[in-house]
């Protein structure tokens, strides 16, 4: 049973999961019919893994339960926290954020509990995933750092080098390439520790990616080539295409453009050479930048095309953070060309879908699209319960009033004369009621006036 483990662990790692499949499946059978508990929960981890690497949650889920409970039963806590982590990260896969971050937790607990650093640090790398995920970016901030510290304490380089490369894109999303780049040159550094040219490739494209949205294109067809050498030098055709693909994006001209501006004609080119070559855009962020750009240049049918494909794929994967980036998109596109209907009930379902993916950010964002959408059409209720809910919003996360927000609250305040006498009190109290009112005709003119300074 031990040497079919040992075995179905290489055919795991040599993606061979047919393979890996049956031994686990043999040495799981043998272990429960000469009683060895954790020989059988460690076999179904391994089961669990094969699952996960081919996208069957379900049955990962399972056999990831089935093995912390049997690992639970017997007192071994190192192997129901690794569990944990498999758990954690297959709901990750399908943006079961919730479910994902109480399972890494609960590892985390566990692996602190019997001073298992290594299982601590994985866990805090777990949790950053997610939150980053979630756009919770100081929390996610915080995890990879601490992930990064103890990998560092205890001379695991690869960990280091995965973290660093997390707090990597995490400050790019935020615009902050000088940090980002600065991260990946540091993971790159510990990945060179321990000879893993794989994942060194894997950062220097995303070091060459960055530099050329900064417009920096020496520095962007650098790392580039350096990235492709290594490739090559492992046979990783994958890599190849594209660090050849992003070779052939990076901007020609040296002249100064901004970083919106060279980003904006990278994901143009990107999209003319999939048209070229017969294919499609199948990610979701892509399509949904893409559908950004679109808008600002006004081509509304292109934008809205775009961002319909994202919202689709997002459906298609369960990923309802992304759906409501998408329906965003969307109101945002149709409150620009004053079609107020559609926009109202894209920012509605965007904000239903950001409250189903836990995203408090993103569901703000929605309400100050139903501000803006409420304010341009006069109708003082719905602009008041809107900006009643947002206030609610950010009371909860801590964080002050967006603009937009803080302004309607203003125009309220200079446009609004209490109909009623009575118990009225101030919504940024976070104790609303309902004043039924509208505005004349030429507050709904000062109201639509302000409010398209938004837009």
Known sequence: ANALNGLANVYRYQSRYT???????????????????????NALNGLANVYRSQSRYTEAEKAFMDAHA????????????????????????????????????????????????????????????IY?????????????????????????????????????????????????????????????????????????????????????????ENAANEALAICISIGDEDGQRLASKLLALIPASQTSTSSEETVADSLLRVAEVFAQSGGVVEDASMLGALGDLYAKQERYADAEEHYCLSQAICISSGDAGGEGKALLGLGGLYLRQRQ?????????????????????EGEAKAL?????????????????????????????????????????????????????????????????????QTATKPEKQSMRIKMYAYV
């Not at 040495?27 to 929960?41: E, K, L, N, P």
């Not at 007192?75 to 990750?92: I, K, S």
């Not at 947002?390 to 305040?413: H, P, V």
């Open 19 to 41: 393979e890996a499949e049956k031994a686990f499946m043999d040495a799981h059978a043998i272990y429960s019919r000469i009683g060895s508990d954790v020989g059988a929960a």
């Open 70 to 129: 049997i690992h639970s039963r017997v007192g071994n806590d190192l192997g129901a926290a690794n569990a944990l982590d498999g758990l954690g990260e297959a709901y990750r896969a399908q943006s079961r954020n919730t479910e994902a971050e109480k399972a890494f937790m609960d590892a985390h607990a566990i692996h602190s509990r019997i001073g298992n650093d290594l299982g601590t640090a994985n866990a805090f790398l777990g949790l950053g995933n």
């Open 132 to 220: 980053q995920s979630q756009s919770r970016s100081a929390q996610a901030e915080e995890s990879f750092l601490k992930a990064r510290e103890i990998y560092a304490s205890i001379g695991q380089y690869r960990g280091v080098g995965n973290t660093l490369r997390c707090l990597a894109t995490l400050h790019q999303e935020h615009g902050r390439s000088n940090e980002a780049a600065s991260f990946c040159s540091q993971a790159i550094s510990a990945y060179e520790k321990i000879d893993q040219p794989d994942e060194q490739s894997k950062t220097l494209l995303l070091l060459a990616a960055i530099n050329a949205a900064q417009g920096q294109r020496l520095d962007a």
């Open 340 to 360: 107020y209907d559609p926009a109202e009930e894209n920012f509605a379902r965007a904000r239903v879908a950001f409250a189903l993916a836990l995203e408090d």
């Open 368 to 436: 100050d699209g139903l501000i803006l959408v409420s304010g341009a059409q006069g109708r003082l209720d719905d602009l008041r319960s809107y900006c009643v809910n947002a206030c609610e919003l950010y009371g909860r996360m801590g964080k002050q009033m967006s603009e937009i927000c803080a302004k309607s609250w203003e125009m309220l305040d200079s446009l609004e004369a209490p109909k009623k006498a009575g118990s009225e009190v101030d919504p940024r109290n976070h104790s609303p009621h309902v004043v039924e």
